[in-house]
Antibody, heavy 116, light 112 residues
Framework: VHLVASGGGLVQPGGSLRLSCAAS????????MSWVRQVPGKGLECVAT????????YYVDSLKGRYIISRDNVRNLLYLQISNLRPYDTAVYSC??????????WGQGSLVTVSS | DVDMTQSPLSLSVTPGQSASISCRSS???????????LHWFRQRPGQSPRRLMY???NRDSGVPDRFSGSGSGTDFTLKISRVEAEDVGVYYC?????????FGQGTKVEIK
């Protein structure tokens, strides 16, 4: 299983960005996926989940409306669109392959820094 | 949201000795299907977390049998027997019984 996130960087407050995650080594189109984040030196949070065909999505309540998870099952890509970025969105964002009610594999992350 | 509380927050262990980490949830983790979706992860410095145990007591592939998990409902324990240098890292419990899934704050394990 290989999961590599990209698209992070320095963003001004109020800005937007789209993170991508390239998946390989497993049957992506049959796997539920999530975006998880870790504030540097702090805790872990599972922010969004998507089912295998992309028709069901789940979000942490506080992030609904600003975070959008999506996927491309042809190109084996997972996406996270974040709008109206705020300083507290600063974190390392990783994609994760899920098993039943669990994160099974955690990918390499991409740092998002929100600062003026 | 379900709060996950780990203790202790740090642990210094002599090689060959045992270590235990407690994880308590603010709500029962018994899912409607009867399972406890409580999992354990370890994060080594500079790496992403790796799952070690799933559904309380099942070891992931490649995890030594020195690791064991127990518990049900709201109280869970990860035990590391015969601690080795490679066991250093931050250990997190995670609940998958209720959305949003939540993590404990982490327990840092160091070797004396």
């Amino acid at each position: 299983v290989h999961l590599v996130a990209s698209g992070g960087g320095l963003v001004q407050p109020g800005g937007s960005l789209r993170l991508s995650c390239a998946a390989s080594g497993f049957n992506f189109r049959r796997s539920w996926m999530s975006w998880v984040r870790q504030v540097p030196g702090k805790g872990l949070e599972c922010v969004a989940t998507i089912n295998d065909d992309g028709k069901e999505t789940y979000y942490v309540d506080s992030l609904k409306g600003r975070y959008i998870i999506s996927r491309d099952n042809v190109r084996n890509l997972l996406y996270l669109q974040i709008s109206n970025l705020r300083p507290y969105d600063t974190a390392v964002y990783s994609c994760a392959k899920l098993a039943i009610n669990s994160v099974e594999y955690w990918g390499q992350g991409s740092l998002v820094t929100v600062s003026s | 949201d379900v709060d996950m509380t780990q203790s202790p927050l740090s642990l210094s262990v002599t090689p060959g000795q045992s270590a235990s980490i407690s994880c308590r949830s603010s709500q029962s983790l018994v899912h409607s299907d009867g399972n406890n979706y409580l999992h354990w992860f370890r994060q080594r410095p500079g790496q992403s977390p790796r799952r070690l145990m799933y559904e309380v007591s099942n070891r992931d592939s490649g995890v030594p049998d020195r690791f064991s998990g127990s518990g049900s409902g709201t109280d869970f324990t990860l035990k590391i027997s015969r601690v080795e240098a490679e066991d250093v890292g931050v250990y997190y419990c995670m609940q998958g019984s209720h959305w949003p899934w939540t993590f404990g704050q982490g327990t840092k394990v160091e070797i004396k």
